[in-house]
């Protein structure tokens, strides 16, 4: 008696697979080949803002606005100058040298982490500042960043972080500058980080520290614009 085979389907020469089926058991739409992938989506586009994140981020952990660097006095047992120092407040204005403040959400959270890192690692300060102004898309945007309170050694201040952001943001040279009326010192120079190039200002007197990064500029331009901007995030009353 012949033994039934117990096999419905024809054999397929060795080495191939049978034909995948759909859903239901019919075969794929006519045009589309035996296993080919389903269109993958395209992944989403970074936002415009997305490529200086890594340099924000280096900015902060340069500068801090305090860490352990910064030495504020804790008593008033100096006049003049200090009495000055104790008025000085920072702020980021709603417009900064006729730039509008960023709205942009990326942007606005790290100025918001900035400004959380700057609290928590300063001591004695009366107030802080970052922000970021302008459009990334025109190629025209600058971050601020600031504290005030009494600074033992304004000098010191400004030394230390320069030694920072010639390490993180590869400024080769700063280079003093006009400080403006509020006084102080000033110094600008040429920074770049990811091929990209930044003009950096940096100033430090009795009652405050700051600094401000105009990104896609040379520190020329930056420098240009420093005490107008200064004079807009620093306040005397």
Do not use: H
Request: net charge negative; glycine share 10%; hydrophobic share 40%.
């Amino acid at each position: 008696m012949s033994q039934p085979s117990g096999n419905p389907y024809p054999q397929q020469p060795y080495g191939e697979q049978p034909a995948p089926q759909q859903p239901g058991g019919y075969p794929p739409p006519a045009g589309q080949p035996y296993g080919a992938p389903s269109a993958a989506p395209l992944p989403p586009k970074k936002s415009k803002a997305g490529k200086i994140v890594l340099i924000v981020l280096a900015v902060v952990l340069v500068l801090c606005l305090g860490g352990a660097a910064i030495t504020w006095f804790a008593v008033k047992d100096e006049v003049g100058d200090v009495v000055d120092a104790t008025k000085t407040r920072v702020t980021a204005p709603a417009t900064l040298a006729g730039r509008k403040q960023v709205t942009d959400p990326e942007l606005t959270k790290l100025s918001d982490e900035l400004v959380a890192d700057m609290k928590s690692t300063v001591q004695n300060e009366t107030s802080t500042a970052g922000a970021f102004y302008g459009d990334a898309a025109k190629q025209d945007l600058v971050m601020i960043a600031a504290a005030s309170g009494v600074l033992a050694d304004p000098k010191k201040e400004l030394d230390d972080a320069i030694a920072g952001l010639k390490t993180q943001l590869t400024v080769q040279e700063m280079t003093a500058t006009e400080p403006g009326p509020l006084g102080g010192e000033a110094r600008c120079g040429d920074g770049k980080t990811a091929g990209m190039p930044l003009g950096v200002c940096v100033w430090a007197d009795r009652g405050s520290l700051g600094m401000i990064v105009v990104f896609f500029k040379s520190a020329k331009q930056a420098e240009a614009e420093f005490v107008t901007m200064r004079g807009q995030i620093e306040q005397r009353s």
